[in-house]
């Protein structure tokens, strides 16, 4: 059955401290994104890849660290200088490849919803 | 600088009626338009998409049209059930696989 997972559900951490959102995919999919949503907005784009290795900025970078060693997973770090890091953490994927039925549909996992006190 | 706007923050539909939802860009780059359902504490789950070189898609009880002139899509839902209570998506592409979001409108079906 494939999918993404986001764990954990809920995250608790103080204030200062680092912490690592771990996104899995084993839909085979190239591209990988996250996005935070916070009340009364839209979804934002933290960080996106499209290739294993490689990775880019997306509109609210700033605060945050990525890594994409292996195509099923792409864990995002919450470091100490994101200034508002409480917020419901989304992560997606998408299909990349020519055959894809549709290149911009992205699939959502769950989401960890990220406490910072 | 918001490019997806979705203007109504709540609707509410009696159950069997017609729900609208309508959605505004400014970017003329954008040339592809989804719209995602998303239940609290859940990541959201695509409804329908449609190209720019099409005006109308239809899935089910679900339909978009896009008026590229007037820059606006809107997703129709007919007829509405109580399990479309959520909050609704508009997402627009252009040219790469990135998706700007607008802020979402929740519906709520009257039962």
Known sequence: DGGITQSPKYLFRKEGQNVTLSCEQNLNHDAMYWYRQDPGQGLRLIYYSQIVNDFQKGDIAEGYSVSREKKESFPLTVTSAQKNPTAFYLCASSDRSPAGLDPYEQYFGPGTRLTVT | ?111
């Open chain 2, 1 to 111: 600088d918001q490019q997806v706007k979705q203007n109504s923050p709540s609707l509410s539909v009696q159950e069997g009626r017609i729900s609208i939802l309508n959605c505004d860009y400014t970017n003329s780059m954008f040339d592809y338009f989804l719209w995602y359902k998303k239940y609290p504490a859940e990541g959201p789950t695509f409804l329908i998409s449609i190209s720019s070189i099409k005006d109308k898609n239809e899935d089910g009880r679900f339909t978009v049209f896009l008026n590229k002139s007037a820059k606006h899509l809107s997703l129709h839902i007919v007829p509405s059930q109580p399990g479309d209570s959520a909050v609704y998506f508009c997402a627009a592409a252009g040219g790469n696989e990135k998706l700007t979001f607008g802020t979402g409108t929740r519906l709520t079906i009257i039962p």
